[in-house]
T-cell receptor, first 116, second 113 residues
Framework: EAQVTQNPRYLITVTGKKLTVTCSQNMNHEYMSWYRQDPGLGLRQIYYSMNVEVTDKGDVPEGYKVSRKEKRNFPLILESPSPNQTSLYFC???????????????FGSGTRLTVV | GIQVEQSPPDLILQEGANSTLRCNFSDSVNNLQWFHQNPWGQLINLFYIPSGTKQNGRLSATTVATERYSLLYISSSQTTDSGVYFCAVSKGAGGTSYGKLTFGQGTILTVHP
């Protein structure tokens, strides 16, 4: 089954304790990205990656890191989490057609993170 | 950047009723999708529909790209249809918004038995 898999689904952590949210897709998509969803602010893009070893900032990158060492994996790293990073996080991937943009985004099931 | 507006913001229905949700966008797009966010927070892809009409069971969608709007139709609504419906768009290649999906604020649908 074609899917984007995020782990964990739920996480409660303490301020300053490094954590990683994993994301993996099995559709051979070149493009992957991370979003956070907050009440009243909607879904906002954190980071994206157009291909292996190619990553760039989205709208709200502060406090996050990403890496793209393999095509299928795109982990989100919080080096020193803070309470304002409490949010619902989504990983997404899409097919990129050169010169024609992106088609058909698939989202993971989400990770609900609470930082206390 | 591109603006996406959804209407209505809230919708309350009795089971069995039909409804139409609207999405207006401010620029030409090459990708438009409708998502349903269920009560567990999952984003379920309903339609990939940058233009034309598609149907899937009780749901159908139409996008008129030249007029920059899309409609999602829900017929014979069920309580399981409750949740938030999002329209999301992305533009073509190039620019700092490359590949970014821009979401509308969503329509909160509540279906009562």
């Amino acid at each position: 089954e074609a899917q984007v898999t995020q782990n964990p689904r739920y996480l409660i952590t303490v301020t300053g304790k490094k954590l990683t949210v994993t994301c993996s897709q099995n559709m051979n998509h070149e493009y992957m990205s991370w979003y956070r969803q907050d009440p009243g602010l909607g879904l906002r893009q954190i980071y994206y990656s157009m291909n292996v070893e190619v990553t760039d900032k989205g709208d709200v990158p502060e406090g996050y890191k990403v890496s793209r060492k393999e095509k299928r994996n795109f982990p989100l790293i919080l080096e020193s989490p803070s309470p304002n990073q409490t949010s619902l996080y989504f990983c997404a991937s899409s097919l990129r057609m050169v010169g024609r943009g992106h088609w058909g985004y698939t989202f993971g099931s989400g990770t609900r993170l609470t930082v206390v | 950047g591109i603006q996406v507006e959804q209407s209505p913001p809230d919708l309350i229905l009795q089971e069995g009723a039909n409804s139409t949700l609207r999405c207006n966008f401010s620029d030409s797009v090459n990708n438009l999708q409708w998502f349903h966010q269920n009560p567990w927070g999952q984003l379920i892809n309903l339609f990939y529909i940058p233009s034309g009409t598609k149907q899937n069971g009780r749901l159908s969608a139409t996008t008129v790209a030249t007029e920059r709007y899309s409609l999602l139709y829900i017929s014979s609504s069920q309580t399981t249809d409750s949740g938030v419906y999002f329209c999301a768009v992305s533009k073509g290649a190039g620019g700092t918004s490359y590949g970014k999906l821009t979401f509308g604020q969503g329509t909160i649908l509540t279906v009562h038995p």
